[in-house]
């Protein structure tokens, strides 16, 4: 019981006080988010809309396998965040610490993923600026695509790493034993980003990967 | 000579003597020490943007523009509009007052995120040396609104930095808006239901919606600027094909909520000071808190009134013109709710008052100019003139710095637990009212002849107007330089406030003058309706309110 009092801000009543203005916060916060990312989408639909056909070419130079491994990563490390957030609604500690671990890797393996596409961009002149380089009429929206695909999958790889980041914290607390089934708020926030940040890319990932598939 | 009466001491504990020294103050927690953290920055800001609109003014004392060039021209107006939006006005109320104020009003120990507030007066001030870097190292050149592709290609000054400053400093506003919202919603004293929360409450309930919903579109329509000067991506860039227009969109979707960011507050500020100054409960209490949720509401539904001669379609400009007539009737609630409350209300002049009625004459010229410009028509002939200068003017200097001052007076007993020199007070209100109009009013006039912003010179037969504008300035300064001067005396050498000394009926004034740094010995819990004047014996107005009296007049 001691550990739940230490828990309680001296500014709140009592701990389902604390709770509920820890989960509204993540979810208002949520919602700037969907805001942030609101600018990157508003801007691809309409630059889509305009160049639809560059769109389609530029997009057939993505590696649509290695799109798809992501998303199966993400939703993957989505089922063990959640296993996570069980956890520690019971006070299993080992679990908790194991369901993070593998979260974090999970969302490692996104990101090493990620920069090998990168990588294999800059190999091919895919990268916006001088030495961007795409054959036939289609290059200068194509570079467009390339700016939004950058600014996009960017964007969101940096949440991701933040993602990681937080739950590097969340692991040093639940090494330490602070989380019990009375306190464990901050585990259930940190869940509800990293869903969001998942969610993101299965919007991006059609978005981006997936507009010429069909032919 | 009369020896002066000594100064009498403050000595029951309170946020501002429970520590001391300069760690206390940068590492609290204390919403009511942050508020005034907040206060130094954006007074020091608003010198600095001032300053800047004294050059300007200076420069169109003559046709020539003889003081400055062109280019230092556009880095002098780019900059003022610069700090003065971002870096007082959208800040200026509800993170310095709003901060302070708001878990007092509520009866709350403090905000949910003590931290995360502390957290959001750093990101600003990181910001804010991001941007005074650019102004330092040169400056900016691009206007305030940042237009591409003139911005993400061609300007050859310090977009960069100042982008990247409003960028951080946006998160500012987003976490004070989290803040906010979070703290409304859960941490009110038993009994303080919705509708008994101040009306002040309620419009920054409305702003922090604003803050959460528009700033974080603003904030990566700017990222998308830097990186398009930085890494040459090119969503923007005609040239490959990218929408300058989206540009513009996106700013403006932000960027006209915003002006709501500046005004609702101040809104709220006014609301308290009539229903106090007339002693009179609020008329219309419900229609005013929801007329606030309507602004925030329909102000992001408005942008493309900044566009209508940009090349959008014409049945979008159709639309956003009606929509933009529509912000006009909860503008207008609100106004015609005060005047109901004025009515045969106990009205006295003291200082808070001056400004809040002086807010509400400002603040009708410019919304109805505002309706000017939304029609299609009439904006065409006005569109970039000095009309527009002379309007937003009325409303961010007319409105929101008169609310903000209004508000600082009214609260500032609160504050400091000292009163400020009265007389003076009110002769400073009434030099700023004249001095404001002196300054803006010749623009509607300049404007309406045809005189463009933006122009470092001008025809000789704009001298006159311009030359009294600029004497409006001087007078204007004046009415900015004293309150600064006699409030700073009265922290000091003020007599003692007590807890209530207007009387007034809000929760922040059941606690001793400056709160102690709990805000309450014990949680209140409140059992009586906002604004009862009339039922509140335990204020003991100074004489009966009419509103008492009515019932017999009537009879």
């Not at chain 1, 380089?133 to 991701?160: I, N, R, V, W």
Request: charged fraction near 10%; aromatic fraction near 16%.
């Amino acid at each position: 019981m001691a550990e739940s009092r230490s828990a309680l801000a001296g500014h709140f009543q009592d701990l389902e006080q604390q709770r509920e203005a820890s989960s509204l916060g993540m979810w208002i916060f949520l919602v700037t988010e969907i805001m942030f990312f609101g600018g990157l989408f508003l801007a691809y639909t309409v630059n889509r809309a305009t160049h639809p056909v560059a769109f389609a070419e530029a997009s057939r130079h993505l590696d649509v396998a290695l799109g798809a491994t992501n998303t199966a990563v993400l939703i993957c490390s989505s089922l063990t965040m959640a296993l996570a957030v069980y956890a520690s609604q019971l006070g299993q500690r080992k679990a908790l610490i194991g369901f993070l671990i593998t979260t974090m890797a999970l969302g490692s393996v996104f990101l090493i993923i990620k920069g090998i596409e990168y990588a294999d961009k800059f190999r091919h002149h895919l990268v916006p600026g001088r030495a961007f380089a795409f054959s036939g009429p289609q290059a200068k929206p194509a570079e467009l695509f390339f700016s939004l695909y950058f600014a996009m999958t960017g964007l969101h790889a940096l949440h991701m790493i933040i993602g990681v980041g937080v739950l590097f914290l969340l692991l040093v607390h639940a090494w330490r034993a602070r989380y019990s089934p009375e306190y464990h708020t901050p585990v259930e926030v940190s869940g509800l980003y990293w869903h969001f940040v998942d969610i993101v890319w299965i919007f991006l990932f059609p978005l981006l990967y997936l507009i010429d598939i069909h032919r | 000579m009369n020896a002066p009466a000594p100064v009498a001491r403050i000595s029951h504990p309170n946020y501002l003597n429970v520590s001391y020294g300069v760690r206390s103050w940068l590492l609290t927690t204390d919403h009511k020490r942050i508020g005034l953290l907040y206060l130094v920055s954006i007074t020091l800001f608003f010198f600095l943007g001032g300053a800047f609109a004294v050059l300007i003014r200076l420069n169109l004392l003559t046709p020539q523009g003889d003081l400055v060039q062109a280019e230092t021209y556009n880095k002098l107006f780019t900059m003022h509009g610069v700090i003065m939006i971002f870096f007082f006005l959208i800040p200026s109320i509800p993170a310095v007052l709003g901060n302070f104020l708001i878990p007092l009003m509520i009866g709350a120990k403090d905000l949910a995120f003590p931290r995360l507030n502390l957290a959001s007066w750093y990101i600003f001030n990181l910001g804010g040396i991001f941007t005074l870097y650019a102004v330092t190292s040169g400056g900016v050149d691009t206007g305030w609104t940042f237009y591409t592709p003139y911005s993400s290609l061609y300007s050859n000054t310090h977009v960069v930095p100042t982008v990247v400053g409003i960028f951080i400093t946006g998160f500012s506003s987003i976490l004070t808006g989290l803040n906010f919202i979070v703290t409304i919603h859960t941490m009110r004293a038993p009994g303080m239901t919705w509708f008994r929360l101040p009306i002040f409450v309620w419009s920054h309930y409305a702003t922090s919606l604003i803050f959460i919903l528009g700033t974080p579109v603003i904030a990566i329509t700017l990222a998308l600027v830097g990186v398009e000067r930085i890494f040459h991506l090119g969503i923007f860039n005609p040239a490959l094909g990218g929408d300058p227009l989206l540009f513009q969109h996106l700013f403006w979707f932000y960027s006209h909520p915003a002006v709501y960011i500046m005004v609702l507050p101040a809104m709220g500020v006014t609301t308290e000071l009539i229903a106090t100054f007339a002693r009179k409960n609020l008329f219309g209490y419900s229609f005013v808190a929801a007329a606030s949720l309507g602004m925030a509401v329909i102000g992001f539904l408005v942008w493309g009134h900044h566009m209508f001669v940009a090349g959008q379609s014409v049945y979008a400009a159709m639309i956003f013109s009606i929509l933009s007539y529509l912000v006009a009737i909860p503008s207008a609630v609100k106004v015609f709710n005060w005047m109901a409350t004025l009515y045969r209300g106990s009205v006295s002049w003291d200082t808070p008052m001056l400004y809040g009625l002086g807010f509400i004459g400002l603040f009708v010229i410019g919304g109805l100019t505002g309706l000017f410009l939304a029609a299609l028509g009439l904006n065409v002939h006005v569109h970039d003139t000095y009309f527009v200068i002379a309007h937003f003017h009325y409303i961010m200097v007319g409105g929101a710095v008169m609310g903000y001052l209004g508000g600082l007076h009214y609260w500032w007993p609160k504050i400091s637990g000292r009163l400020y020199s009265e007389p003076l007070a009110r002769f400073s209100a009434i030099v700023l009212f004249v001095g404001f109009n002196l300054t803006f009013f010749p623009q509607f006039i300049l404007g309406y002849l045809g005189m463009p912003r933006r122009y470092h010179a001008y025809p000789p037969e704009f001298q006159v107007l311009n030359v009294l504008s600029t004497a409006g300035a001087s007078i204007l300064g004046i009415g900015y330089l004293l309150p600064m001067i006699y409030l700073i005396w009265s922290m000091r050498y003020g007599p003692v406030a007590g807890a209530n000394p207007w009387p007034a009926t809000g929760l922040e004034w059941q606690t001793p003058s400056p709160p102690p740094p709990q805000n309450f010995q014990t949680t209140p819990e409140v059992t009586w309706e906002p604004y009862d004047f009339a039922g509140r014996k335990d204020l003991k107005l100074p004489s009966p309110g009419l509103a008492e009296l009515r019932p017999a007049a009537e009879d």
